[in-house]
């Protein structure tokens, strides 16, 4: 609060500028289009899609005709929030004085400051996916919603695999990808974003295909646009050609369509080969005891279910079982796991995987932002009431 | 000249004061007649059980309060039978030649009297096409019996298994129309074949026709279970019975008969698998004993009789289900009362007495203590009604859309008396009953799909964060609501009458910002208790899920203008712009979203709304529009101005 700024000098008139209510207003007004943008946008494109093109950007961009030309036609959410809290901390800084009947005021925003920060930290540090196991099975890993990766799985004794992942955005045509311990060059030639698969006839039409090995011989694969409708998935294709010693060994195809690792032999070592959902491995085990559900007698409107789990750490020797149902998730070691459905009626439960280091946050400012709002509010309306009394 | 004019000052005095008390009286007395009416109508509802001569009217509301289990829950044939009636004849009473049958009328007659109830013209059919379907050629006949529909069923289903596999949002109206006939014959099926056996047989029949089954056939069947030998003769007639009945408890979905066992989901079935479950101990429950009695009580006509029965039945329920007995009876009365109906035409007297008062100044102080009164009884009455809901459901306030619309309502009454007690100008009165009338039709036409009580998916189910969140983000959209109505009483007086004084306006002004500054309050708190309940159960705070970006447009709206207020950008004028599109975002998040059909929320998806929001929207925008004309063109302010002038 030392500095002293001149009228004249132009760091006085961008701080004016940035701290000014017009300012506030039209960023307010434009979130209120972007997010009702937002909500139509995802009838077509799915909440994840829809969020990523009008929130975590700094432009939302339009496509013109068919040609790919792109063109921002309004700020996207991070310049939006961006601005927002530009505009609060030099509001803040320059009008700042201290009075009793401003501290909800100030509090209140105050909280929505902490509010915005606290959506980014989100957005950058929680993750989020699904872990899906059958009664009795026992897992150790959780799955992503949205990512996808290129595994290459050897077993070792006593049970244990070693993985080498490749996420998608590696695989790209002719991008050659290299591990540690792989022996072989993984080389990709081609890579389709999402594909339309059809059986081959047992007999002619492989002339053209790219594929040697595994069962992708049999399948015909054709590039389609790109799906975001919540209930289609896209189906990722990848051919790959692992090459040792300079020669390829032969062509595959990865898909997450078709689940089934395919195996192959490079000096006497076994390698299985997929394309799948992104996985998070958890330093602990958790089993499926028993699932159960209930529905409201006489219809088909499920009452509650949940999944008996036991959770075993052998690092920390802690043995311990849960019972997931709603509203009542397991939290462990900064993770949460919701019970979200179930499927194969009742076999397979699925949990809900949430790691959100800044899970707190909101919760902090929104006390802040409603004891502000209250207080602001009734000491006003007090002062009013008796205006209108004694007057 | 002193001495003429404190006269002349007592005289006004005195005659005030005389005034004051003739309209005390008066609204003294209108409040006595009304409680006169409200304990004259609760006299209706006791039916005169034991009167003289018995009517076939008393017998059966004797038989309304019986409860049963359907859909998930307790709930008397009373409600049943108005369900099933406002989604067959969409209409909660059902006139037959003249005259007015309550819906458990019909209901006893379809349960008790199946081939009388199938003449009966209760099917509503509107599309002409439908009509032609039926084989009809008078294309105005309105409604249809069921022996009408029986004889052109096929075809019926034929096209309304076709209709059903488009999406609902792809049907034309004719598919619509033909889905919702076919569904409707299925539920009057159900509903008949609940105590009826099929073909001409009676209850007592069947009864008897069971008693033999389930001695030597039944044994014929446990023996060639056991490979034994068994008569073959005997164990074809066990299997063609038991097919029967397996088809009659596919058919219906009531279970009216309380078991033995108690636990469980078990713990009431239909007849027709109570019939099954107990061949073996040939011991049915005293309540299907009943049941059949009520059936024979019914043909014969033996009204008195038939009460006697109702009530052992009764009596024999109290001894094992006495939770049942007692949310039936208490819903009976609920749904007996039209507790919302009448708040609703309680509603629409209060704004036109408020808008008589305005007439003539000397009318102002007492019709405006008479609508005072009458919204402090309306909110009385909204309350008792909600606070009966909760108690049947033993739920939180809100569980679906219906129920939302209430508790909009109720929101907005209670400011608008707040408002009245504060200002006492009859502005809020006025404001409060157009806002609880509105949405009170809202609920009524929301309730067009049947049972309004309907059990909560699991993901919804009871929650304190849920019910919290609910609750108060149902209060912010009443208050947004609230101002918006404020302010289009603002533009639309303001304009086109003389009524908006300088009082009234400087009044509405300050209401409207200080509603505003509760709705932001309560929409941004209710926002934020949703991600704390969402943070809860799925681990996220917030989603951009379609209804939490609707609420978010509630709290960035009114902070906008908010803001705009603070920083000058708008004056009272714009400021009554602003506030009436709030109603518009409010109503885009409260019903809007759900069309989308995405997300977590699209808890009530509705097709037919979608023409109304439109228009709301486009009425909302109309009055915007005129609000925008500069005020020295209003009606009111030139007044004011000649006023001034003369002055």
Not at chain 1, 258 to 266: G, L, R
Not at chain 2, 253 to 276: Q, S
Not at chain 2, 411 to 429: C, D, F, P, S, T
Request: one cysteine or more; charged letters at 20%; proline letters at 3%.
């Amino acid at each position: 609060m030392s500095i002293k700024l001149s009228s004249n000098s132009p760091a006085y008139k961008v701080l004016t500028l940035l701290s000014s209510l017009k300012l506030t207003v039209i960023c307010l007004s434009i979130s209120m289009i972007l997010v009702f943008l937002n909500t139509l946008a995802q009838v077509n494109l799915g909440i994840y899609e829809a969020q990523n093109r009008y929130f975590a950007t700094w432009f939302v961009w339009a496509e013109i005709g068919d040609g790919g030309l792109k063109l921002p036609y309004i700020p996207g959410g991070y310049l939006v929030g961006g601005i927002l809290i530009l505009n609060l901390l030099c509001a803040h800084w320059k009008r700042f004085s201290f009075k009793w009947n401003k501290l909800g005021l100030m509090q209140i925003h105050l909280g929505i400051l902490v509010l915005l920060g606290g959506g980014f930290v989100t957005h950058w540090l929680s993750n989020e996916g699904q872990l899906t196991f059958d009664e009795g099975q026992t897992v150790q890993f959780y799955e992503s919603f949205q990512e996808r990766e290129l595994a290459i799985s050897e077993p070792l004794p006593e049970g244990m695999v070693r993985e080498t992942v490749f996420p998608v955005e590696l695989l790209k045509a002719g991008a050659k990808l290299q591990g540690e311990h792989l022996p072989f060059t993984m080389e990709i030639l081609d890579f389709y974003k999402n594909t339309r698969m059809t059986l081959r006839r047992a007999m002619g039409n492989n002339a053209d295909s790219l594929v040697t090995r595994g069962w992708g011989k049999r399948i015909n694969v054709e590039s389609i646009k790109q799906t975001f409708k919540p209930k289609e998935q896209n189906l990722l294709s990848a051919f790959v050609q692992p090459i040792w010693d300079g020669k390829p060994i032969g062509t595959w195809l990865a898909t997450n369509a078709i689940t089934d690792p395919q195996w192959f032999e490079v000096e006497g070592r076994k390698f299985a080969l997929s394309l799948r959902n992104t996985r998070y491995y958890l330093p602990f085990e958790l089993t499926l005891l028993d699932f159960k559900h209930d529905y409201y007698a006489g219809t088909d409107v499920p009452m509650n279910y949940s999944s008996d789990v036991r959770l075993i750490n052998e690092e920390l020797n802690e043995h311990r079982e849960y019972l997931i149902y709603m509203n009542h998730p397991l939290r462990y070691q900064g993770k949460t796991f919701y019970q979200q459905k179930f499927a194969n009626d009742g076999a397979t439960s699925l949990l809900q995987v949430v790691e959100n280091p800044g899970w707190l946050i909101p919760y902090i400012s929104c006390v802040l932002v409603s004891i502000g709002l209250f207080w602001h509010f009734t000491v006003h309306l007090l002062k009013h009431v008796n205006k209108r009394r004694s007057g | 000249m002193i001495l003429s004019n404190t006269n002349g000052f007592e005289s006004t005095e005195r005659a005030r004061k005389l005034r004051l008390r003739e309209c005390r009286d008066a609204a003294s007395a209108c409040i006595k007649a009304l409680w006169l009416l409200i304990a004259v109508s609760c006299l209706e509802f006791t039916p005169a059980l034991h009167a003289e001569e018995v009517s076939r009217e008393d017998a059966l509301k004797a038989f309304a309060a019986v409860p049963v289990l359907e859909h998930g829950r307790y709930k008397p044939w009373d409600s049943v039978a108005r369900n099933s009636l406002l989604m067959i004849y969409e209409k909660q009473k059902f006139r037959y030649n003249g005259e007015k049958w309550e819906a458990v009328e019909w209901l006893g007659e379809v349960l008790f009297d199946g081939s009388k109830s199938d003449q009966r013209q209760i099917f509503r059919v509107m599309h002409p096409d439908v009509r032609m379907l039926l084989g009809n050629e008078d294309e105005t006949q309105k409604y249809y019996s069921f022996n009408e529909i029986l004889k052109n069923l096929p075809k019926l289903a034929e096209q309304a298994d076709q209709a059903a596999k488009l999406d609902v949002q792809l049907r034309d109206p004719y598919q619509k129309a033909v889905v919702r006939l076919s569904r409707n014959v299925t539920l009057y099926q159900n509903l008949k074949h609940t105590l009826d056996p099929p073909g001409s047989g009676t209850l007592r029949n069947e009864l008897n026709h069971f008693a033999e089954w389930s001695g030597e056939p039944l044994a014929a069947f446990q023996a060639h279970q056991g490979g034994q030998e068994h008569d073959v003769e005997a164990l074809q007639q066990f299997l063609r019975t038991a097919s029967v009945y397996k088809r009659l408890s596919e058919l219906t979905h009531c279970r009216p008969i309380p078991t033995n066992d108690t636990t469980g989901t078990e713990d009431w079935m239909g007849l027709w698998d109570t019939l099954v479950k107990e061949a073996h101990s040939g011991e049915l429950p005293l309540a299907v004993e009943y049941y059949a009695e009520l059936s024979d009580r019914y043909q014969q006509g033996e009204w008195q009789a038939f009460v006697e029965t109702c009530e052992k039945l009764i009596a024999e329920l109290q001894t094992h289900r006495a939770e049942a007995i007692s949310t039936a009876s208490l819903e009976t009365m609920f749904n007996r009362s039209e507790v919302f109906y009448r708040t609703a035409v309680l509603y629409v007297v209060i704004f036109l007495i408020v808008m008589v008062s305005w007439l003539k100044l000397s009318w102002q102080v007492p019709l405006g203590r008479l609508a005072l009164w009458l919204v402090t009884i309306a909110v009385v009455l909204h309350t008792a009604g909600l606070i009966l809901r909760v108690v049947i459901q033993d739920r939180p306030p809100v569980t679906n859309l219906y129920s939302s619309a209430l508790l909009v309502g109720w929101g907005a009454v209670v400011l608008g008396l707040v408002m009245e007690r504060l200002y006492k100008n009859g502005i809020g009165a006025a404001a409060a009953s157009m806002v609880g009338f509105k949405s009170l039709l809202v609920a009524h036409n929301l309730a067009g799909d049947g049972d309004t009580m309907t059990m909560m998916q699991a993901v919804l189910d009871s929650n304190f964060w849920l019910a919290t969140h609910v609750i108060v983000i149902i209060l912010g959209y009443s208050a947004t609501f609230f101002a918006g109505f404020l302010a289009i009483m603002y533009i639309f007086f303001g304009f086109f009458t003389k009524l908006l004084t300088a009082e009234r306006a400087k009044a509405l002004d300050g209401m409207v910002y200080g509603i505003i500054c509760f709705a932001l309050l309560f929409s941004f708190v209710g926002t934020v208790l949703g991600g704390i309940w969402a943070d809860q159960s799925w681990g996220r705070f917030w989603g951009w899920d379609p209804k939490e970006n609707g609420a978010l447009l509630i709290v960035l709206w009114n902070a906008i203008i908010l803001h705009c207020r603070w920083g000058k950008f708008m004056g009272t004028q714009g400021t009554m712009i602003a506030a009436v599109f709030g109603n518009i975002v409010t109503v885009w998040s409260w019903f809007g979203t759900n069309m989308l059909g995405v997300g977590l929320h699209s808890y009530g998806f509705m097709e037919k709304a979608f023409f109304w929001l439109m228009a709301f929207g486009f009425f909302m925008l109309m009055i915007m529009a005129i609000g925008t004309i500069p005020t020295r063109l209003w009606d009111s302010f030139i007044t004011q101005k000649k006023l001034a002038k003369k002055g």
